[in-house]
């Protein structure tokens, strides 16, 4: 069978492993934008909502391909902090990218709350554009806590700080294994990969 192409919108090398292992059972090739030759290709995401971030980077892309393109973004939403850093997640600490900026600011914000008081949200919303443009859009929530101080070397992002509902370990403990079934991108990836049954024409067996 010949493999149908998708072509992911990050530049985020931990991004894309996740994404092609948990996505590893369809059949199609998982290529970073980098791969196709638009490694340089910058969207700026000032968009209000996590949706409308995914929905302007999948679309950049589509608009130069005619490969199946997807983007996600993705947000840590902390209750007490009326669902900061939100979207502004990947730049929160005042830096692009810089995680031990962001998780240094976080557990400041936090310095005076009580664990019980430190509930949060992982919420990761996925845009996929087809060869015909269609647009479908996904979405995978992971409640769970804000530790006070960062936990395990895997993962990345918040990973060292967010222990979700059920576990006693962070997701920077857990391991790709676990984390690639429970946590947010994975559930808004198997939602996604239903959809990429119907159209890939793949059944469960």
Known sequence: MIKRKLVLSTGNAHKVEEIKNILKGLPIEVISKKEVGLGDLEVIEDGTTLEE??????????????YMVLADDSGLFVDVLNGAPGVYSSRYGGEEGNYQKNNMKLLDELKDVTLENRGAEFKTIIALITEDKEIIVVY??????????????????????????????????????????????????????????????????
């Open 140 to 205: 995978g929530e992971c409640r769970g806590k804000i530790i006070f101080e960062p936990r395990g070397n895997n993962g990345f992002g918040y990973d060292p700080l967010f222990v979700p509902d059920g576990y006693h370990s962070t997701f920077a403990e857990l391991g790709e294994e676990i984390k690639n079934k429970i946590s947010h991108r994975a559930k808004a990836l198997e939602a996604l990969e239903e959809k990429l049954r119907d159209i890939l024409g793949v059944r469960l067996v």
């Open 53 to 66: 971030n995914s929905l302007k980077k999948a679309k950049a892309l589509a608009e130069r391909l005619d």
